[in-house]
């Protein structure tokens, strides 16, 4: 299923935390600078950014037309003025990054609300599957998944990426805010999609994460 029309076909995730006394100011100041110079990119498509406040963790996601757009990007945007000064900010040991190819054709949209409504709250979700898992069969599953969670009331999107060559998966899940993302799980934990994804996924891989989606 399509999600949009945007020529987005691969992401750059960012996760990281920052340095002790660097402020939310003067870090989103930062973030808001280094856009100018992403923008000028060949494939830059787009742009988010995240914030997990009860883990204090920023999640920077950047959409591009391909993995070669923003390999590239990712290796010569050191050398550009502005990035010194983002790179500042963070601490080198709370800080990863991942390119992966966007799955759009397994993710979805709201069949409720308009894919540009407002969300207050973001699920992150991190993991491999299970030694020896069929990625068929996986996929038939995020596609039986995708239907469930489009009829949700406080349901807005699922992106889903991946990376081929570790076997690494990504979802960002859009609500309406937290309340709907707890009412949305406490509907499907019991249902078949959910528990056909749980027999395929490594738990211990698994990382959720719920943040806010930050103005910059």
Not at 22 to 35: E, P
Not at 158 to 163: A, C, D, P
């Amino acid at each position: 299923m399509r999600i949009s029309n945007s020529t987005a076909a691969a992401a750059e995730f960012v996760s990281c935390r920052l340095k002790a006394g660097v402020d939310r100011v003067d870090f989103l100041r930062h973030v808001h600078a280094s856009q100018a110079s992403l923008k000028q990119y060949p494939g830059y498509v787009s742009r988010e950014l995240y914030h997990d406040v009860h883990q204090d963790t920023w999640f920077d996601l950047v959409r591009w037309s391909d993995l070669q757009a923003a390999e590239h990007a990712a290796e010569t945007f050191m050398d550009h003025p502005h990035a010194a000064g983002l790179i500042g900010c963070l601490d080198p040991a709370g800080l990863a990054m991942h390119h992966y190819n966007w799955r759009e054709e397994l993710g979805a949209v709201s069949a409720r609300n308009p894919i540009d409504t407002p969300s207050g709250c973001v699920e992150l979700l991190q993991y491999r599957l299970l030694a020896g898992a069929s990625l068929p069969n996986y996929e038939d599953v995020l596609r039986e998944m995708s239907e469930t969670l489009r009829t949700h009331a406080g349901f807005i999107r699922r992106e889903v990426y991946y990376i081929a060559k570790t076997g690494q998966w990504l979802e960002t899940i859009f609500y309406r805010d937290r309340a709907s993302a707890d009412a949305m799980f406490a509907e499907i934990k019991d249902a078949p999609c959910m528990k056909a994804c749980m027999e395929l996924l490594d738990e211990t891989t698994l990382t959720m994460t719920f943040a806010v989606p930050v103005e910059f």
